[in-house]
């Protein structure tokens, strides 16, 4: 269920707190990865004529954490 509007009496009575600074936050976590994507497609409509081919396709996505 969502809601659209909020009256002013809910909006007082919600708590907030600050966020941490931009350097609490920041953290170097380099983790490298390799990512492979492959896409495969094959149709034949060889030696027709006012014909349609019909392609089967595939997707391939692989990655290698290092």
Partial sequence: MSRDAWTVDEIDGELSEMLPSK?????????PTIVIGVNMAFAINAAS???????M????????HL
């Avoid at 609490?24 to 983790?31: C, E, P």
């Fill in 57 to 64: 396709a595939n997707q391939t996505l692989t990655s290698l």
């Fill in 49 to 55: 004529i006012n014909t349609a081919a019909n392609a």
């Fill in 23 to 31: 350097h609490t936050l920041f953290s170097i976590n380099i983790s």
